[in-house]
């Protein structure tokens, strides 16, 4: 028996919240909007990178770290909308920013796609969605969660397989045969900028 799909879309239309005129207006892709945004992602990054300098060696420089990493952390909004190709619409813009974000919170953009992928192929399927997150039962087990040392644990851990050629289990199950190297590649290419990174600031004594 046929039966009505219904979507937010859909819905909203049908309760007359929005017009296809209005929709269609909303759905047109360009890169103005996006690049708008970037110069002042970027300008928020150096206004608070600066902070971080000016605070150096006094007790601000704690509040100036924290401002700046909610800034790095929100990396991963844009990145997921590259991931989507909603944010520019030119394919290779989303790419390239996408994988800026990735580095910069060590989210391989090419992994994440794939992954992210499986995610809305197998939505809160336990054993098949790779990005469900078992919600914490308890107040440590919570402390433990937002202390980001179980991200930051999997991602060295994720990116030193990676680097010598290997997936996990799970990673079999989203990650096509033939994109394989692709996944290994953008891993050791990620790793490799770290350490020019790493050795610059030894060089330069300079860590900000």
């Known amino acids: 028996m046929a039966y009505e799909v219904r979507t937010p879309i859909t819905q909203a239309m049908t309760e007359g919240a929005i017009s296809r005129k209005e929709l269609k207006e909303l759905m047109k892709r360009s890169n103005k909007p996006a690049l708008t945004r970037i110069v002042i992602w970027i300008a928020l ?15 601000f420089l704690l509040p100036a770290m924290f401002i700046h990493g909610i800034i790095i952390v929100h990396h991963f909004s844009l990145q997921h909308e590259c991931c989507h190709y909603t944010a520019f619409k030119t394919r290779k813009l989303n790419d390239i920013i996408g994988s800026i974000c990735g580095f910069s919170i060590m989210l391989p953009h090419q992994h994440f796609r794939y992954e992210h992928c499986g995610h809305h192929t197998y939505t ?85």
């Not at 206004?47 to 605070?55: D, G, K, V």
């Not at 098949?128 to 999997?154: G, H, Q, R, T």
């Not at 891993?187 to 900000?208: D, E, G, K, Q």
């Open 45 to 59: 990054l150096s206004f608070t990178s600066y902070l971080i300098w000016l605070s150096m060696g006094t007790w």
């Open 124 to 208: 809160n399927l336990k054993g098949k969605d790779p990005e469900i997150l078992e919600l914490p039962i308890s107040v440590y087990k919570y402390i433990w969660y937002i202390s980001a040392f179980s991200y930051w644990k999997s991602k060295f851990s994720s990116i030193y397989m990676h680097c010598r050629g290997q997936l996990s289990e799970e990673e079999h199950k989203f990650i096509p045969k033939l994109e394989q190297t692709t996944i290994f590649k953008e891993a050791r290419i990620m790793v490799l900028l770290y350490l020019l990174i790493f050795i610059a600031c030894i060089l330069t004594n300079f860590w900000i």
